[in-house]
């Protein structure tokens, strides 16, 4: 049974640690449920509430959420999906700033600086780094993987992510590709 106390994280967790416990809250949350959007807007309040336990720069993560693809226009673009924190930009073309690149790219993009990122969208003034992860999955059964959604966290601090990071977003990625109905 889905509890609110899933989103409570022991006032010393390591990042590490923290990480952990959205992996196994969000496998936890999944068992018995496809559908996307529910799976995404647990995963976001996990990761909100994950960061927001932990010391700076963590603590200083000021949008954390999803894009997914958009099927309807005839050129790839993403649109926005559930997450924490300000209004966003509803959608993003692939290949348009930090969101979009990952997304082409199908490749994670840890940035330390937001402002020296070629075309970085700025919905947030206050965002100074990001990390964008794709989430990849075989959505027809030819054994590619297509981008299907973005895992996107903003920090208001400089240099705000980094290789742990990345490895368990990378997780929180193949965790969510397999566990939603795309």
């Keep these: 049974m889905v509890h609110a106390d899933a989103s409570n994280f022991a006032d010393d967790v ?54 997914v693809l958009d099927k309807s226009p005839s050129n790839p673009q993403l649109i926005l999906g559930p997450f924490q924190g300000k209004v966003a930009c509803q959608t993003i073309d692939f290949g348009r700033g930090v969101c979009g690149t990952a997304a082409s790219s199908k490749q994670t993009q840890l940035v330390a600086d937001v402002d020296q ?8 003034g206050d965002s100074r780094s990001e990390i964008v992860v794709p989430i990849l999955a075989d959505t027809d059964g030819s054994g590619e993987k297509k981008v299907v959604a973005i895992i996107d966290v903003d920090c208001a601090s400089l240099n705000g992510f980094d290789e742990l990071d990345k490895k368990h977003l990378e997780e929180l990625a193949e965790l969510l590709a397999k566990s939603c109905d795309w």
């Design 117 to 124: 990122f070629p075309g970085h969208i700025a919905c947030d």
């Design 14 to 67: 390591t990042k590490d640690d923290a990480y952990e416990q959205v992996l196994l809250q969000t496998e936890g949350l999944c068992t018995g449920q496809r559908n996307w959007v529910c799976n995404l807007a647990n995963a976001a309040s996990l990761l909100w509430h994950a960061y927001k336990s932990l010391p700076a720069p963590s603590k200083d993560v000021n949008w954390a959420g999803f894009y």
